[in-house]
C-alpha cells in the first residue's frame, strides 16, 4: 500500500453477517454519508484495488471497503456468483449496516455491482462512481475465445496455480490488465502475490463468468436503464483499458441524466492502483461536491 499521509485514517478490518454469509470489510474515517467501495473481478479484494484510496478518503469521510463474497477475507460458499448474486449482497450490507444513503464506487465488476445497485434503491445512493465498469454494454474483449474460456474452468485454475508459485510470474500477469506494469508499486504486487495463495483463489471469478458470458455477449448490460439513474455520477476509464472499452464509458456518460466522464491517460483497466493521485483526487472532489 501507499504510504500513509498523517491526514490519512488507517483502516481496520470488521467483520459482519448478513443471510448466513460471514463477510469481511475495512472500515475508516467517520461521517454522515459513508462511501462503499466495491473491487473488481478474478483475483481482487477490498486491500488490493482500494488500499491506497481508502486512506484519503477516509480523511473526511465514512469509508466501508467490502469484500465481496467469495473474495479476500469473506466467505466463499457454493452460488452463482453472478453479477444480481453481488447486488443482493451488497443490499443486505447497506442494511446491515443501518445505512440510509450511501455514495457507491465500483471497479470493474465493482462497477457493475454499484450501478445494479443505485438502480435498485436510487433513494438511498447519494452519488455513484464507475471505474472501467462492468454492465455497460454487451461485447466481448475476445469475441468467441472469451466465451470458450468461460467453458474451460481448468484453464483459469491451472493459470492460478502456476502464478501463485512465483511472484515474478504473478506480476507479468498483471499485464493483461494494465498500461505500464512499472506504475504499480512492490506492495501492490506482493498484495496480489498474496490474494493468489487462497486455497479457492479463482473460484468466485470462474462462477461469474460462467453465469455472465454468454455466446450472445455478456448476461448484465445496464445500458438501456441509463437514464433511471438518479445519483450524480462520475464515469472513469483508463484510456488504454485492455479489458472493457472506454467507449462503454463515454456512452454512460452520455445516458445518464447527471453524468461526467474522465478519461486517464497512459491508463489501462485499474486507475486506482495505476494513476492513483489523479484518481484520488478525482474521487474525492467529486464526493465532497
Known sequence: MATEHPSEVAPVDEWLEVDGLQLHYLSAGSGSTPVLLL?????????LSWGATIGPLAADRRVVALDMAGYGNSARPDASYSTAFHVDVVDAVVDRLGFDAVDVVGVSLGGGVGLGYALREPDRVR???????????????????TYALSRAPKLNELSLSLLKRNRTLAKQSLRGIVA????????????????????????????????????????TDYSHRLDDVAAETLVVHGADDPV?????????ASGIPDARLELLSDCGHWPPRERTAAFNELLAAFLAG
Open 180 to 219: 505500464d506494469l512499472d506504475s504499480l508499486s512492490g506492495p501492490v504486487v506482493d498484495e496480489y502475490y498474496r490474494l493468489l495463495q487462497h486455497p479457492q483463489v479463482g473460484k468466485a471469478y470462474r462462477r461469474w463468468r460462467r453465469h455472465e458470458v454468454r455466446r450472445s455477449g455478456f448476461r
Open 127 to 145: 452519488k455513484l462512481a464507475l471505474v472501467d465498469s462492468y454492465g455497460l454494454g454487451r461485447e466481448l474483449p475476445n469475441g468467441m475465445a
Open 39 to 47: 473491487h473488481g473481478g478474478i483475483v481482487d479484494a477490498a486491500s
Open 244 to 252: 472493457f472499452p472506454p467507449q462503454w464509458s463515454r456512452n454512460a
